[in-house]
């Protein structure tokens, strides 16, 4: 236990990533690009190229009905891309000016004449200074040159002076062109304003090009004041525009996901090379929209990533090496076996529901130490269930224990301590079973870790984010002087949560997963998953109890699948390379019942809307069409 750590402190993965699905920080990716930019601007004409054709499809698909949320014939996953919407013409050997026109036959303006035809379309460039504000100003004169109706809003004294005039020689109309942030009062002023309020009207595609990764903190007053009416306008999906954000939505943390002040959410981000810390960690994540991450020929860093996300495709990877089909020399065994303390006098409920979600989601057998009436109310829902000890390959402890019920909360008490390990650099589970440490059982935890004893990567802690922030004011240092102390709220947590699950992660020596509408997790020199969660109609009561059975299952299926392989194994724990991707799989099988329950389409960045109100159960009950849904995905190339 130290002083408290900077997200960017941490230590990261030394896992050879993939920049389409990786996220490293701003100055480090400045730093690798520096090298090959200087000198040319092919770089910042490619990304506008990218640009304007994300805008053509956004503008296609029917700008004209922005307000009106697409609703697809089933749940479609994770909508992270990796594409290049450039195609070869777009290469940095192939410079790209305004002049060239995008597409093929029957993109040149007035030539689309089905729905979503782009002639005379409205478009708002929101353009502030550097390269970001340079795209989005050639981005707009390649709009303007194929048919649209474009308009700049510059917040910069110093617009980048080539953009400026090949976008006004390609028609984009220039307001606020001498604006300047003093005082926010002057003739541009009322001049930008004018547009935006002229712009809202009739709606149309906004190019949020304010900032990009070089800026830090809120945004400032005079270009917050602009945004104010974009923003009242509506959420995604219900307003009369769409957004586009050039390479990151202005004003959120680059690296670390916070949100400080006013932000425009996107429908859609087109990001540049490698994803950024705000594109995977929330709060900001979620005004990231759809992310595309366009590959420019530029280099990623080299370092160790931040965050990663991985797309469904590998998640569904990860959930057949965990959990895979059954083969004919497999039983319950071998498919993996759950041991489940659960349920108490108070919440008995909670044991019905965690063995749900371990049965459905695969597991070879579960069995449950519980009272006799959470006994019985688990054996009349899952008679497949059974109450009686023996060996298990994974721990499930927590789901209904109360801990002012002092004789179940003993019993957890003395499973959970039998599982810690010696503090020490090396640490190491002496069970080496996976423990999911889930609900009551996160309270008793505290109490456990000792300057000898402490968790393992081995164990899952899975607190919510008043959970998480009762955990971190519990494990701060009694040494931190007063005026160095940071007290940790529900608050906070979730103004910071990489942050949270990081502080959690080193405070104990646990695997992390902080739960919300993105989930993060957190391990020991590992980078941070996010996996996107699903349905909000999700956020009831018993979720997390299906929830823990699931990891239950899919942390048993891979040490089973350890067992088999590498019985006598030595060295690194294959079970601990596999943790991480076994639980962010469960995490999207749990996201995806979830939404397959509430029958509710995808919406941007992983939202979803409109459904119907589920129970705990239900999501349970769907696990098996999610399954089948990773299964698919599974067979999607992916990187």
Same mark, same amino acid.
Not at 427 to 445: F, K
């Given at each position: 236990?130290?002083?408290?750590s900077?997200?960017?402190?941490?230590p990261?993965?030394?896992?050879?990533?993939d920049?389409?699905?990786?996220?490293?920080?701003?100055?480090?990716?400045?730093?690798?690009?520096?090298? &090959?930019?200087?000198?040319?601007?092919?770089?910042?004409?490619?990304?506008?190229h990218?640009?304007?054709?994300a805008?053509?499809?956004?503008?296609?698909?029917?700008?004209?009905?922005?307000g009106?949320?697409?609703?697809?014939?089933?749940?479609?996953?994770?909508?992270?891309?990796s594409m290049?919407?450039?195609?070869?013409?777009?290469?940095?050997a192939?410079?790209?000016?305004?002049?060239?026109?995008?597409?093929? !036959?029957?993109?040149?303006?007035g030539?689309?004449?089905?729905?979503g035809?782009?002639s005379?379309?409205?478009?708002?460039?929101l353009?502030?200074?550097g390269?970001?504000?340079?795209?989005?100003?050639?981005?707009?004169?390649?709009l303007a040159?194929?048919?649209?109706?474009?308009?700049?809003?510059?917040?910069?004294?110093?617009?980048?002076p080539?953009?400026?005039?090949?976008?006004?020689?390609?028609? @984009?109309?220039?307001?606020?062109a001498?604006?300047?942030?003093?005082?926010g009062t002057?003739?541009?002023s009322?001049?930008?304003m004018?547009?935006?309020?002229?712009?809202?009207?009739?709606?149309?595609?906004?190019?949020?090009?304010?900032?990009g990764?070089?800026?830090?903190?809120?945004?400032?007053p005079?270009?917050?004041a602009?945004?104010?009416?974009l923003?009242?306008?509506?959420?995604?999906?219900?307003r009369?525009?769409?957004?586009?954000? &050039?390479? /990151?939505?202005?004003?959120?943390?680059v690296d670390?996901? +916070? =949100?400080?002040?006013?932000?425009?959410a996107?429908?859609?981000?087109? +990001?540049?090379?490698?994803l950024?810390?705000?594109?995977?960690?929330?709060?900001?994540?979620?005004?990231?929209? &759809?992310?595309?991450v &366009?590959?420019?020929?530029?280099?990623?860093?080299?370092?160790?990533?931040?965050?990663?996300?991985p797309?469904?495709?590998?998640?569904?990877?990860?959930?057949?090496r965990a959990?895979?089909e059954?083969?004919?020399?497999?039983?319950?065994?071998?498919?993996?076996?759950?041991?489940?303390?659960?349920?108490?006098?108070s919440?008995?409920?909670?044991?019905?529901?965690?063995?749900?979600? !371990?049965?459905?989601?695969?597991?070879?057998m579960v069995?449950?130490?519980?009272?006799?009436?959470?006994?019985?109310l688990?054996?009349? !829902?899952?008679?497949?269930?059974?109450?009686?000890?023996?060996?298990?390959?994974?721990? =499930?402890l927590?789901?209904?224990?109360d801990?002012?019920?002092? !004789?179940?909360a003993?019993?957890?008490?003395? @499973?959970?301590?039998s599982?810690l390990?010696?503090?020490?650099?090396?640490?190491?589970?002496?069970t080496r079973?996976?423990?999911v440490?889930?609900?009551?059982?996160?309270?008793?935890?505290?109490?456990?870790?000792?300057?000898?004893?402490?968790?393992?990567?081995?164990?899952?802690?899975?607190?919510?984010?008043?959970?998480?922030?009762?955990?971190?004011i @519990?494990?701060?240092?009694q040494?931190?002087?007063?005026?160095?102390?940071?007290?940790w709220?529900?608050?906070?947590v979730?103004?910071?949560?990489?942050?949270?699950?990081?502080?959690i992660?080193?405070?104990?020596?646990?695997?992390?997963l902080?739960?919300?509408?993105?989930?993060?997790?957190?391990?020991p020199?590992?980078?941070?998953?996010?996996?996107?969660g699903g349905?909000?109609?999700?956020?009831?009561?018993?979720?997390?109890?299906?929830?823990?059975?699931?990891l239950?299952? @899919?942390?048993?299926?891979?040490?089973a699948?350890w067992?088999?392989?590498?019985?006598?194994?030595?060295?690194?724990?294959?079970?601990l390379?596999? /943790?991480v991707?076994? =639980?962010?799989?469960?995490?999207?099988?749990?996201?995806?019942a979830?939404?397959?329950?509430?029958?509710?389409?995808?919406?941007?960045?992983?939202?979803?809307?409109?459904?119907?109100?589920?129970?705990?159960?239900?999501?349970?009950?769907?696990l098996?069409?999610?399954?089948?849904?990773?299964?698919?995905?599974?067979?999607?190339?992916?990187?």
């Amino acid at each position: 236990m130290g002083r408290m750590s900077d997200l960017n402190d941490l230590p990261r993965s030394h896992d050879v990533t993939d920049p389409t699905t990786c996220a490293w920080p701003a100055q480090e990716i400045a730093a690798a690009e520096a090298p &090959v930019t200087a000198g040319t601007d092919r770089y910042m004409r490619a990304a506008a190229h990218a640009v304007a054709r994300a805008a053509l499809r956004e503008l296609r698909q029917g700008a004209g009905n922005a307000g009106a949320a697409v609703a697809p014939a089933r749940p479609v996953p994770a909508p992270l891309t990796s594409m290049s919407p450039m195609g070869s013409a777009a290469t940095p050997a192939s410079p790209l000016s305004p002049a060239t026109p995008l597409g093929g !036959a029957g993109e040149a303006a007035g030539t689309q004449t089905g729905p979503g035809w782009i002639s005379g379309a409205p478009v708002l460039l929101l353009v502030g200074g550097g390269h970001n504000g340079a795209d989005t100003l050639l981005a707009g004169g390649l709009l303007a040159h194929s048919g649209c109706a474009v308009s700049a809003v510059l917040v910069t004294e110093h617009p980048h002076p080539v953009a400026l005039e090949e976008a006004r020689g390609h028609g @984009v109309t220039i307001h606020g062109a001498g604006y300047r942030s003093d005082d926010g009062t002057g003739q541009d002023s009322a001049e930008a304003m004018a547009a935006i309020e002229a712009f809202l009207v009739h709606g149309g595609l906004v190019l949020d090009g304010l900032t990009g990764i070089g800026a830090t903190g809120a945004l400032r007053p005079d270009a917050a004041a602009l945004i104010a009416p974009l923003i009242a306008a509506g959420e995604p999906g219900r307003r009369p525009l769409r957004v586009i954000a &050039v390479d /990151l939505p202005s004003g959120t943390g680059v690296d670390d996901g +916070t =949100v400080s002040g006013p932000v425009l959410a996107a429908d859609h981000t087109v +990001t540049f090379t490698c994803l950024k810390g705000c594109q995977c960690l929330p709060p900001a994540r979620h005004l990231c929209g &759809v992310v595309e991450v &366009v590959p420019l020929g530029l280099p990623a860093p080299t370092s160790r990533p931040l965050a990663r996300r991985p797309v469904d495709g590998a998640l569904g990877d990860y959930l057949t090496r965990a959990v895979g089909e059954p083969g004919t020399d497999d039983h319950k065994y071998t498919r993996g076996v759950v041991g489940l303390w659960a349920g108490s006098e108070s919440y008995p409920g909670a044991a019905v529901l965690a063995a749900s979600g !371990a049965v459905r989601a695969g597991a070879g057998m579960v069995r449950l130490s519980a009272p006799r009436r959470v006994e019985d109310l688990v054996l009349a !829902a899952r008679p497949e269930v059974v109450p009686a000890a023996g060996r298990v390959q994974a721990l =499930v402890l927590g789901p209904g224990i109360d801990p002012a019920d002092t !004789a179940r909360a003993d019993e957890v008490r003395a @499973v959970l301590a039998s599982t810690l390990g010696p503090c020490g650099k090396d640490r190491q589970c002496p069970t080496r079973v996976p423990t999911v440490v889930d609900a009551g059982a996160l309270s008793i935890l505290p109490e456990l870790l000792t300057e000898d004893l402490s968790c393992t990567p081995l164990h899952v802690l899975t607190p919510h984010a008043g959970e998480a922030a009762a955990l971190l004011i @519990v494990l701060e240092d009694q040494g931190t002087p007063v005026q160095e102390t940071r007290r940790w709220s529900r608050e906070r947590v979730e103004a910071h949560p990489g942050l949270a699950a990081r502080e959690i992660c080193r405070r104990t020596g646990a695997t992390v997963l902080l739960k919300g509408a993105t989930t993060l997790i957190a391990a020991p020199q590992r980078p941070l998953v996010s996996v996107d969660g699903g349905s909000g109609w999700m956020a009831s009561a018993g979720s997390g109890d299906v929830l823990a059975g699931i990891l239950g299952t @899919v942390l048993a299926g891979a040490a089973a699948r350890w067992e088999q392989s590498a019985p006598h194994a030595s060295g690194a724990d294959p079970v601990l390379d596999a /943790l991480v991707d076994s =639980v962010a799989a469960g995490v999207r099988l749990h996201a995806l019942a979830g939404t397959y329950a509430a029958a509710s389409p995808q919406g941007a960045g992983g939202a979803r809307t409109g459904g119907h109100p589920i129970a705990a159960l239900d999501i349970a009950s769907a696990l098996g069409p999610a399954r089948l849904e990773l299964n698919w995905l599974q067979a999607v190339p992916h990187p």
